[in-house]
């Protein structure tokens, strides 16, 4: 049970995203008070009125925002982290439904994860009141590109302290950028943290691909974005032309992982893996056993196929730490299918006329924009 002191104060980044809106629900139901930092009022008041905040029937001073309009700008976060004690950074550029140019990988991609993440520490660090930052990275800093996509074969499982080399510009995707996004702000961090030796401790957390229900996420096609989209796609009969990495993690795994790790007990200064092993074809065999009624209205179909790269993720020190074990491949499916059919019987006519559930693959244009929003979004912050 979480020990929290009635006047200390978390702050939480990136709560818009599947991610980042888990890890606040999360840490309000543990019972800490949080200042979220968004973008703007809007986004605010979007998370003050979402059904799952306001199921929790909060005090008024259990949940506050700052505006920080722009992450990468200097002391960015000065006002909003002023008499916070622990802090847990989620944000991070993640792909939209538009093409981020080639020209364009370093200034969206990799400047907002480096510079977000060192303003964060050196706003921290002049705070003065900050114990515990913890930092959404990925497993993408600890295995390169080539072993993740299966161009190169991993014998051994990756460990936490492990961390793969930053690869310079140009990039051959979006997913590269945004694994050398995630390369170069934990090189970063742990550059800074040796320089620096601030008085509060750092806690990396590196999710593998993030699976589960997303509370942001009100239609189908919101549903369809992330890396949820790799299960969704494939049973609305994508057959995909490439292989992912065989390395999941449910979604309130890490945002339970995420609270704890602002716990004492949890050694700070280190890397923890969250992830699980998995076949994604069996997303198939799971939905079909557990939502059979679904297959049957064609809500959900086994047409689809996608491959599996086998990578190993040594999660087993983050499990003992932490005291729990990860879910699996079917927990993972079933919440994120079964959301998908909650979405699906709500709107029913939301893919184009020229879609059927049945058919053996999905809408083209809907396709690219899913593929946009899935290979940068592993930790779907």
Not at 10 to 26: D, E, K, M, P, Y
Not at 146 to 160: I, K, L, S, Y
Not at 314 to 341: L, N, P, W, Y
Request: positive net charge; charged residues 20%; proline residues 5%.
């Amino acid at each position: 049970m979480l020990c929290i002191l009635p006047d200390e104060l978390l702050l939480i980044t990136g709560v818009t995203g599947h991610v980042g809106f888990a890890v606040l629900v999360h840490a309000l139901r543990a019972g800490h008070t949080v200042r979220c930092a968004v973008r703007s009022e809007a986004k605010a008041a979007y998370i003050r009125s979402h059904p799952k905040i306001r199921a929790l029937c909060l005090a008024r001073a259990r949940l506050n925002f700052a505006i920080v309009p722009d992450i990468t700008a200097d002391g960015a976060y000065d006002d909003a982290i002023r008499g916070v004690s622990s802090v847990i950074h989620v944000a991070s550029p993640l792909a939209t439904a538009d093409s981020v140019p080639r020209e364009l990988h370093q200034e969206y991609f990799i400047q907002p994860a480096v510079r977000g993440t060192l303003g964060m520490l050196e706003a921290a660090k002049r705070a003065g009141t900050v114990r515990r930052v913890v930092i959404t990275s990925s497993i993408v800093a600890l295995a390169s590109v080539d072993q993740m996509e299966g161009r190169e074969r991993r014998a051994t499982p990756v460990q936490p302290h492990e961390r793969t080399g930053f690869r310079p510009e140009p990039y051959e995707s979006e997913f590269a950028a945004y694994a050398a996004s995630k390369v170069a702000a934990l090189k970063g961090a742990e550059a800074w943290i040796a320089r620096e030796r601030p008085a509060f401790e750092v806690v990396h957390l590196h999710p593998s691909f993030v699976i589960g229900r997303n509370d942001i996420a009100t239609t189908t096609n919101e549903a369809m974005k992330g890396t949820n989209a790799v299960i969704l796609a494939t049973l609305l009969g994508k057959k995909w032309g490439c292989s992912y990495a065989g390395a999941t993690v449910h979604v309130d795994d890490v945002a339970r992982a995420h609270v704890q790790a602002l716990l004492p007990s949890v050694p700070g200064n280190r890397s923890y893996i969250l992830s699980t092993k998995a076949r994604w074809n069996d997303a198939k065999l799971i939905a079909k056993r557990s939502f059979p009624e679904a297959v049957e209205r064609k809500l959900v179909c086994s047409s689809g196929s996608v491959g599996t790269v086998n990578i190993d993720f040594d999660a087993s020190a983050t499990e003992k730490v932490f005291g729990f074990r990860f879910q699996g491949f079917e927990e993972q499916v079933k919440s994120v299918v079964g959301h998908f059919v909650e979405l699906r019987l709500k709107r029913p006519s939301f893919m184009p006329s020229s879609f059927s559930p049945s058919s053996s693959s999905v809408d083209s244009s809907r396709m690219a924009a899913i593929s946009q929003h899935l290979r940068p979004e592993i930790l779907a912050a």
